[in-house]
């Protein structure tokens, strides 16, 4: 699952990233990164960005970009779903 | 000696830079670059330093323009200030890091010290130090606390001497750092949901419409404020004994007069009606359409160093992609809306070509400045809210429309929006207001010369007769597609150089509330003025120049014609 598929106010961990290097030294500048836990604080309607909370720190990322960031969550929360 | 400061966007940096810099303060693009940098001068005991503000970046990894300036500068620079924000150290480490890797002597800066006691964060900074290998020195940027010891320390900086475990990545050696000298409350910032609302799906959407209408409520009272009572009184008391006095030595009359001085109204002369250079020309732009410009500024440079433009980028953000920009370029088209020169040149920041065109193209056709609402408000403002309504209405589907079909037609990446929220801040007024005067000199700078330039070019064409020329080769135009009558186009093509001479010559023609809405469209939809024209040239290079003209004077003859037919159906 993306970014996208994760619920608001959901956590999850970042498991990989698509896309060429560029994009992965952006999002890494801003603590977006393999292994890191993240939650989603929000998103808009018609693809809009998503709002994300990386250490308590929130980064907006636009939709398409959001889409490229693979996501798991850990069991326990799997199953509140 | 040249000081560089760094450090992440939104740490203060720039309300740092003025308590260092006295008011000297210049604005240079870096060479072969569109990116900005500040340059001031800093007293030290013994010494004089220059000191340069940075693109604010997040690594050094250059992954935009603005990162790879910084690069290049730091390679320039002697000694490096970074300033971090001490109640998020943890994210600004990562760039500290790179710094220290990259060898140059550096001064760290903990700015909103003040802060992070409050929100209880404690610090070693000892150790700090020590790890670290250069000195720490805490500020509050906002107060002005700290900034004597930096000042003063500003000679032990020297090169850090930290090295990362081998084999970690450099956030696993952030995180080692953060362990052994910090210990952070887990507690949220008191505005975080505030914050959150305002990027919520349906309240962050009313929050920006709350604060548009009252940033707009604000300009248009305190604007006018300005206008009515102090521009205005010192335009009368001022200046008026002095064109007096110019009109009298050249006789009150002659073409010279009329073009210096314009038309004697019953023997006097009329700031608004006597269309001279030195009267209205000057007049209408500094005293009318100054103020609401000045003070548009002061509430979008506000609304921009409190924290709240990521937030209204992030709710825009869907609509900006139809038209083939993020969100974020929601800035110069704001800016614009004051003065389109000040905004065509924040179009800038914009990364890819295609992007700064569609900036620039939809600036100049959609987004009308102080000036032209200044003077659609005087054609339609009498004749009640109805013919404005339509107006915005109008240029706002043309931007939704022109936008489109250029993201279409336009080849370039889709360009994706991603950027830290920052926590909202109070601004420091003092950073506030040089960006006010920044922005405000963009208008005076750049166009005001233009737009004297264009009245004096008015005027002596118009008592050569060359106008009346011009407008009756295009009346054909304006009258079957547009349905206005024949001398209207004298009206719309002085338009382009002098909106008050095109407002003067508009209203005693007696039009209909159809043909003064669709006067009022047309010369919002083209060339603000030749301010605009000269920067466009200036920005994005002849072809797009040419480009945009052509895409310019279509969208005048299709809305103009479609308006006037549409309007004429429904028998407005």
Not at chain 2, 266 to 293: M, N
Request: aromatic letters at 8%.
């Amino acid at each position: 699952m993306t970014l996208l598929d994760l619920e608001t106010k959901q956590s999850g961990r970042v498991v990989s990233i698509e896309g060429g290097r560029a994009l992965s030294h952006r999002l890494d500048s801003l603590g977006i990164r393999e292994g890191v836990s993240i939650s989603k604080i929000g998103s808009q309607f018609f693809r809009g960005p998503v709002i994300v909370s990386v250490n308590g720190h929130h980064t907006a990322l636009g939709w398409g970009i959001a889409s490229r960031v693979n996501v798991s969550v850990s069991d326990t929360n799997k199953q509140t779903l | 000696m040249r000081i560089l400061l760094t450090g992440n966007p939104n740490v203060g940096k720039s309300a740092l830079f003025s308590r260092l810099t006295g008011t000297h303060v210049v604005v240079s693009n870096y060479s072969g670059t569109t990116v900005e940098y500040t340059k001031g001068s800093l007293l030290l005991p013994d010494s004089k330093a220059e000191i340069f503000d940075t693109p604010g970046t997040f690594s050094l990894n250059p992954s935009n323009k603005a990162e790879e300036v910084t690069q290049r500068m730091l390679d320039e620079g002697d000694l490096i200030i970074n300033v971090v924000d001490a109640t998020r150290l943890d994210r600004s480490l990562y760039l500290t890091l790179q710094l220290i890797e990259a060898g140059k002597p550096m001064i760290l800066v903990l700015n909103m010290w003040d802060e992070a006691l409050k929100e209880n964060h404690t610090l070693q900074l000892q150790e700090l130090e020590k790890l670290l290998g250069i000195p720490v020195v805490t500020t509050c940027a906002l107060t002005g606390e700290g900034i004597p010891e930096l000042k003063s320390r500003l000679q032990e900086a020297r090169s850090g001497t930290f090295t990362g475990k081998p084999g970690t990545t450099l956030w696993e050696q952030v995180e080692e750092v953060i362990k052994k000298v910090s210990t952070s409350p887990k507690k949220e910032h008191p505005l975080s949901l505030f914050s959150e609302w305002s990027v919520h799906p349906i309240l962050g959407p009313v929050i920006a419409l709350f604060v548009l209408f009252l940033s707009f409520a604000f300009v248009a009272l305190f604007g006018d404020w300005l206008h009515e009572e102090i521009l205005d009184e010192m335009f009368d008391t001022l200046w008026l004994p002095v064109v007096t006095g110019i009109s009298d030595l050249m006789g009150n009359g002659g073409i010279l007069h009329d073009v210096i001085i314009g038309n004697l109204i019953d023997g006097e002369i009329d700031f608004e009606e006597s269309f001279g250079l030195l009267t209205t020309g000057l007049f209408i732009p500094i005293a009318v359409v100054l103020p609401f410009i000045f003070t548009f500024y002061v509430a979008l440079s506000i609304l921009e160093d409190v924290g709240y433009l990521p937030r209204l980028g992030v709710v825009i953000d869907s609509i900006m992609h139809q038209l083939g920009l993020h969100g974020l370029s929601i800035v110069p088209l704001m800016i614009g809306i004051g003065c389109n020169v000040p905004g065509v040149m924040a179009g800038r920041v914009l990364e890819t070509k295609k992007e700064r065109f569609i900036a620039g193209t939809l600036i100049t056709i959609a987004v009308p400045c102080m000036a032209q609402q200044a003077m659609v408000i005087g054609l339609l403002g009498k004749a009640g809210i109805t013919g404005l309504f339509i107006v915005y209405a109008t240029l706002f589907v043309v931007l939704l429309v022109v936008g489109a079909i250029m993201n279409k037609f336009l080849s370039g990446e889709r360009p994706e929006m991603l950027i830290d929220l920052p926590p909202y801040r109070l601004p420091y007024w003092k950073s506030t207001i040089k960006k006010l005067y920044m922005r405000t000199r963009g208008f005076i700078v750049h166009a005001l010369p233009y737009v004297l330039l264009g009245v004096l070019i008015v005027n002596i064409f118009y008592t050569m007769g060359i106008i009346d020329a011009i407008s009756s080769f295009f009346s054909p135009v304006i009258t079957t597609l547009f349905g206005l009558p024949g001398e209207a186009g004298a009206a719309l093509i002085a338009g382009f150089l002098r909106k008050d001479v095109a407002v003067g010559m508009l209203a005693p023609m007696g039009l209909d509330l159809s043909q003064l809405i669709v006067a009022s469209v047309v010369l919002m939809v083209y060339f603000p003025c030749i301010a605009t024209f000269v920067i466009l040239f200036k920005e994005l290079g002849w072809r797009e120049l040419l480009l945009l003209t052509g895409i310019m004077l279509l969208i005048v003859v299709v809305t103009g014609t479609g308006l006037n037919l549409l309007l004429n159906a429904i028998s407005l």
